[in-house]
């Protein structure tokens, strides 16, 4: 079955860095595109990112563009989100998520069950 | 970037109720929406794709509709295990962008 297991939140202060990772299985990891969306401490959810399956392609909302950067590494089965400049904003539990399109991005099938970082002095 | 109006945003309804959620976006998409539903604490999950069709496993009181700028879901008879959080989302172009939420509560 599919999973996915988000690793790497925590707190940090404004102005830091942190990187997310998104451990995947149960799927043929390198054949998907994967997004990260996340969701701030009782509001709603916001997509942050997109990367196709081979890495060629990335989009970003633009609240991160610039900022945070969506990499992957097929031969570990590992998806990675980059943050820097860390802003009180950016608190949020981040969700990693398949794609179901093997060939155009399509919707969210599977979800991790996210990880919660903290931007706080 | 598509901007969608999800509405109600809060819809208090009991077991057995028929409930109805709108998401109208701001350019048309075609069938390019899906519905995801969230229960506190948990990840969300996908519900419809393509406007109206089924994700395996979703039972049949759940139906979508739609194609354009408007769209639906409909819980046909509401059950304990209904009582979320639902969200529209478009797909039918970057950034992708999801409705506000609609909260189904117990009356």
């Known amino acids: 079955q599919v999973q996915l297991v988000e690793s790497g939140g925590g707190v940090v202060q404004p102005g830091g860095s942190l990187r997310l990772s998104c451990a995947a299985s149960?799927?043929?990891?390198?054949?998907?595109?994967m997004h990260w969306v996340r969701q701030a401490p009782g509001k709603g959810l916001e997509w942050v990112a997109f990367?196709?399956?081979?890495?060629?392609?990335?989009y970003y909302a633009d609240s991160v563009k610039g900022r945070f950067t969506i990499s992957r590494d097929n031969s570990k089965n590992t998806l990675y989100l980059q943050m820097n400049s860390l802003r009180a904003e950016d608190t949020a539990v981040y969700y990693c998520?398949?794609?179901?399109?093997?060939?155009?991005?399509?919707?969210?099938?599977?979800w991790g069950q996210g990880t919660l970082v903290t931007v706080s002095s | 970037a598509i901007w969608m109006t999800q509405s109600p945003s809060l819809l208090s309804a009991s077991t057995g109720d028929r409930v109805t959620i709108s998401c109208r976006m701001s350019?048309?998409?075609?069938?390019?929406l899906a519905w995801y539903q969230q229960k506190p604490g948990k990840a969300p999950e996908l519900l419809i794709y393509?406007?109206?069709t089924l994700q395996s496993g979703v039972p049949s009181r759940f139906s979508g509709s739609g194609s354009g700028t408007d769209f639906t879901l409909t819980i046909s008879c509401l059950q304990s295990e209904d009582f979320a959080t639902y969200y529209c989302?478009?797909?039918?172009?970057?950034?992708?962008?999801f409705g506000q939420g609609t909260k189904v509560e117990i009356k």
């Open positions: 989302q478009q797909y039918y172009s970057f950034p992708r962008t």
């Open positions: 149960g799927f043929t990891f390198s054949s998907y595109g």
């Open positions: 998520a398949k794609d179901s399109g093997e060939v155009l991005p399509s919707v969210l099938d599977y």
């Open positions: 350019q048309g998409i075609s069938s390019y």
């Open positions: 393509a406007a109206s």
């Open positions: 990367i196709r399956y081979d890495g060629s392609n990335k």
